[in-house]
């Protein structure tokens, strides 16, 4: 599994340079197997041009605000483990506004981007836990 914040962010937050960036996430869509995540509208062509199947997270906002106002108060100040050395826990205005912001200013061409790989990819859009155990469930049939 790779974790694209373990990537992309440097001790102390430091995120890593675009054209830095690309060539990271162009070598690793380029391994022979992969399971990627992660949120960088930056590098979405690359990862969609490379993968054979999507899977994307269409999670309400609010259950999204809930999530990381609880992931920051189970390990506020600490490291997690998907984050680099020197990343502990935070919760910014900026990252929030980033949540709340991203139906209206993200979703809607993510989605019609996947409508157009349907056809040559597999495509899941999941809504919901519900929807998420159920997907799960299917993979391991």
């Not at 380029?30 to 041009?49: K, S």
């Not at 999670?59 to 189970?74: M, T």
């Not at 020197?86 to 709340?100: G, N, S, V, Y």
């Amino acid at each position: 599994m790779i974790h694209l914040d373990a990537l992309y962010w440097r001790p102390g937050w430091d995120p890593t340079r675009a054209g830095e960036w690309r060539t990271r996430v162009e070598a690793l869509v380029g391994e022979p197997a992969w399971i990627m995540d992660g949120n960088y509208g930056g590098t979405l062509d690359i990862r969609l041009a490379a993968c054979d199947a999507v899977v994307f997270l269409d999670i309400p906002r609010l259950v999204c605000l809930w999530r990381v106002v609880r992931r920051r108060l189970r390990h506020g100040g600490q490291n997690r483990t998907e984050l680099p050395p020197e990343c502990p826990e935070r919760l910014t205005w900026e990252f929030l506004k980033w949540i709340w912001t991203y139906p209206a200013r993200r979703r809607g061409a993510i989605l019609r981007r996947l409508d157009e790989l349907k056809a040559q990819k597999r495509v899941y859009i999941i809504r919901s836990s519900k929807e998420m155990d159920g997907f799960l469930a299917s993979l391991s049939d």
